[in-house]
């Protein structure tokens, strides 16, 4: 898409979210989208959701050990080369958000709403969803020089697919819960992913945010049984916030987890989620 300024709706979005936002001046890049987040974009991968931590809130030196796996250096102060990175954080405890430069301009995927250019003073200070930028990364590899370049070089997520006997085991376990808890699990559930990307969760990339609702807790207090169903969907990869609820129930071995420098890391929540259901299906 061509560049354009905030719409009056989201220029009241921003505000509402991002009280010191000169929002006049901010431009859209990008559409809104629940493939890929923010630390993604700074990664520069557009068909992933990267949040590679189990914890509700995430340290600075999470964050740290994530981007230096994959080649970036601390920097002392705001770089601003392409590529480099700035990280916000409530708190050196509570880290919330990463933007990255291209074409001189500081770039952000606000969670699953648009790709937006900004100054890191639109995205600061009271009252902001993310707090204040606490470190700043250096990467000197960057491949694309503008934010259109690095959107153009987005390419589909290859995920293993099930096989004809894993799709077969899943689908013989689906049909032994009964209907009735079928049609309440249907009901919970989407009531539940209806809360992932409202006004409240939008703008956050944790996968844990989505978990601090009362459709949640309605759903996870059906107990166990709900185990098939919820791995039904995850066969949809946009379903992979799915995972925060069986994450309740299974054995923590059955959760895929890569270490930050491992590969697998930069596919994010979606093949975690893929393998997290091929572990299962071996395991039941």
Same mark, same amino acid.
């Given at each position: 898409?061509?560049?354009?300024?905030?719409?009056?709706?989201?220029?009241?979005?921003?505000?509402?979210?991002?009280?010191?936002?000169?929002?006049?001046?901010?431009?859209?890049?990008?559409?809104?989208?629940?493939?890929?987040?923010?630390?993604?974009?700074?990664?520069?991968?557009?068909?992933?959701?990267?949040?590679?931590?189990?914890?509700?809130?995430?340290?600075?030196?999470?964050?740290?050990? =994530?981007?230096?796996? %994959?080649?970036?250096?601390?920097?002392? !102060? &705001?770089?601003?080369?392409? @590529?480099? *990175?700035?990280? #916000?954080?409530?708190?050196?405890?509570?880290?919330?958000?990463?933007?990255?430069?291209?074409?001189?301009?500081?770039?952000?995927?606000?969670?699953?709403? =648009?790709?937006?250019? %900004?100054?890191?003073?639109?995205?600061? !200070? &009271?009252?902001?969803?993310? @707090?204040? *930028?606490?470190? #700043?990364?250096?990467?000197?590899?960057?491949?694309?020089?503008?934010?259109?370049?690095?959107?153009?070089?987005?390419?589909?997520?290859?995920?293993?697919? =099930?096989?004809?006997?894993?799709?077969?085991?899943?689908?013989?376990?689906?049909?032994?819960?009964?209907?009735?808890?079928?049609?309440?699990?249907?009901?919970?559930?989407?009531?539940?992913?209806?809360?992932?990307?409202?006004?409240?969760?939008?703008?956050?990339?944790?996968?844990?945010?989505?978990?601090?609702?009362?459709?949640?807790?309605?759903?996870?207090?059906?107990?166990?049984?709900?185990?098939?169903?919820?791995?039904?969907?995850?066969?949809?990869?946009?379903?992979?916030?799915?995972?925060?609820?069986?994450?309740?129930?299974?054995?923590?071995?059955?959760?895929?987890?890569?270490?930050?420098?491992?590969?697998?890391?930069?596919?994010?929540?979606?093949?975690?989620?893929?393998?997290?259901?091929?572990?299962?299906?071996?395991?039941?």
């Amino acid at each position: 898409m061509s560049p354009r300024p905030l719409t009056p709706q989201e220029q009241a979005q921003m505000l509402h979210d991002f009280p010191n936002a000169n929002v006049a001046a901010m431009t859209v890049l990008g559409p809104a989208s629940s493939t890929y987040n923010c630390l993604a974009w700074t990664l520069n991968i557009l068909n992933a959701w990267v949040w590679p931590w189990s914890n509700p809130n995430v340290s600075r030196a999470q964050f740290d050990a =994530l981007y230096q796996a %994959h080649h970036y250096t601390i920097a002392g !102060g &705001p770089v601003g080369g392409p @590529g480099d *990175v700035a990280a #916000y954080g409530i708190s050196v405890n509570d880290m919330t958000h990463g933007a990255v430069v291209y074409g001189g301009q500081w770039t952000s995927k606000l969670g699953a709403w =648009l790709l937006v250019s %900004h100054t890191l003073a639109d995205l600061a !200070g &009271p009252g902001s969803l993310y @707090g204040y *930028v606490n470190r #700043y990364y250096d990467y000197p590899h960057a491949s694309a020089k503008s934010a259109q370049g690095a959107v153009a070089q987005e390419r589909p997520m290859l995920l293993d697919p =099930l096989t004809d006997a894993e799709e077969t085991r899943l689908n013989q376990k689906v049909k032994r819960v009964p209907q009735d808890l079928v049609s309440e699990f249907d009901t919970r559930y989407k009531a539940w992913r209806a809360t992932w990307y409202d006004e409240n969760n939008a703008m956050f990339s944790s996968p844990q945010m989505r978990t601090r609702s009362n459709e949640f807790m309605n759903l996870i207090t059906m107990g166990p049984d709900i185990v098939p169903l919820l791995m039904k969907q995850l066969r949809d990869p946009d379903q992979f916030f799915a995972l925060q609820a069986l994450e309740v129930f299974l054995d923590p071995a059955l959760v895929y987890r890569p270490d930050l420098d491992h590969p697998d890391v930069l596919k994010g929540e979606q093949a975690r989620a893929r393998t997290t259901l091929k572990r299962w299906l071996i395991s039941c």
